[in-house]
């Protein structure tokens, strides 16, 4: 293998560790399918081993990691052009993210916002592996040589450690082995916020399921929850600018950008002026009519788990037949005495 010689690569994981909600379709999901048609090299990672960095029950593990995967697929990803595999079937990542543990600074790792949310008050009781969780994240990239990582604004943050990483291991190793992975960010919904709540994230760690449209929602649930969405009394500005200091409203119009595959401007030329209760209704049979599909072909695919395993299984015989050489090169460059 020539240690210089990247090819475009891509890879990108989610954590099964609850529902699928509009923010991962729009701001994963969607994209990844969208883009699988460029001919670039994919991989996408049921990333079980970050999950259990908090608590999880093993038969919701489980269903979540196939509901993941069902929900990858019926989202347009093709399991035959992109390689969709979980984390724990290919061990190359864990032993990769040891060499990480061993090059990236302690220092680096406590400025890491994400550890410091999910920790919260109690950051001594946190495990061990949410605190490392970063570098096994650099290690899920950089086995594979990925160049590009599609992501949502809150992982940048882990791509530009990633980079560290790399860096350093290069530069203490006097090699050009690890490429410099870049964040993919884009696109009007990358950051789909609560519907219950302008200014947080929709997530689906959130109490109130109103505040999330999940990818298993039926047809009247979506729309109901769209009608129901928090808004401002005042109708629609008629320009982008307008929006300022209304993140609900500008929240809806995202939405709909990310769901019709429009600009946010193009939205506002559209719906500019309309009061919410013409505007909901609209979005909410797009929402209905892009979702609600999606969330009965995983009904459909969960109805066969056996064929979901064995396309992860698939998967993970090609990801590992990419990552094994990767990691002996790592192991000889490190000075691993081996075969
Ligand atoms: P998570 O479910 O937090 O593991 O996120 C899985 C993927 O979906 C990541 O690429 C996130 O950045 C993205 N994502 C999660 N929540 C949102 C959101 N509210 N808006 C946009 N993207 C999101
Ligand atoms: N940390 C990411 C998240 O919470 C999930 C993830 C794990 C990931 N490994 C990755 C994303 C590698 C991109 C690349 O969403």
Redesign the pocket.
């Known amino acids: 293998m020539s240690d210089a010689a990247f090819t475009p690569r891509v890879?990108?994981?989610?954590?099964p560790s609850g529902d699928l909600h509009l923010g991962n379709y729009l701001g994963a999901l969607k994209r990844f399918a969208e883009a699988q048609d460029k001919g670039v090299q994919s991989l996408y990672?049921m990333?079980d081993l970050?999950a259990i960095t908090v608590w999880q029950e093993p038969e919701k593990l489980r269903h979540a990691t196939r509901e993941l995967t069902a929900g990858f697929i019926a989202s347009g990803l093709d399991p035959e052009k992109s390689i969709l595999f979980n984390q724990s079937q290919v061990p190359e990542h864990t032993q990769l993210a040891w060499i990480f543990n061993c090059v990236a600074r302690m220092g680096w790792m406590k400025r890491m916002t994400?550890f410091k949310d999910k920790a919260g008050k109690n950051a001594e009781n946190a495990s061990l592996g949410l605190f490392g969780?970063p570098a096994?994240?650099a290690a899920?990239?950089l086995i594979y040589h990925a160049t590009h990582?599609p992501?949502?604004e809150?992982?940048k943050q882990?791509i530009e450690l990633t980079r560290d990483i790399a860096a350093k291991f290069n530069h203490d190793y006097g090699v050009e082995f690890f490429p410099m992975a870049e964040p993919v960010i884009e696109g009007a919904a990358t950051r789909v916020m609560s519907l219950r709540d302008g200014s947080k994230k929709m997530s689906k760690s959130d109490p109130s399921d109103m505040s999330r449209i999940n990818m298993t929602d039926d047809a009247d649930t979506i729309s109901k929850k769209i009608r129901k969405a928090k808004t401002d009394p005042e109708p629609l500005p008629m320009g982008l600018d307008g929006l300022e200091g209304r993140p609900e409203a500008r929240n809806l119009v995202n939405i709909y950008a990310g769901l019709a595959g429009m600009s946010a401007e193009e939205v506002m030329r559209e719906m500019g002026g309309k009061p919410f209760s013409e505007f909901k209704p609209i979005l909410a049979d797009l929402a209905v009519a892009r979702m609600a599909p999606i969330s009965e072909e995983m009904g459909r695919l969960m109805q066969d788990v056996g064929e979901i395993d064995a396309i992860l299984a698939r998967g993970s015989e090609r990801a590992r037949d990419i990552a094994a050489p990767i990691l002996a090169r790592t192991y000889e460059i490190v000075g691993m005495v081996g075969r």
Do not use: A, K, N, T
């Open positions: 890879f990108s994981g989610i954590q990672c990333v970050h994400q969780y096994l994240m899920d990239i990582v992501v949502g809150d992982q882990h």
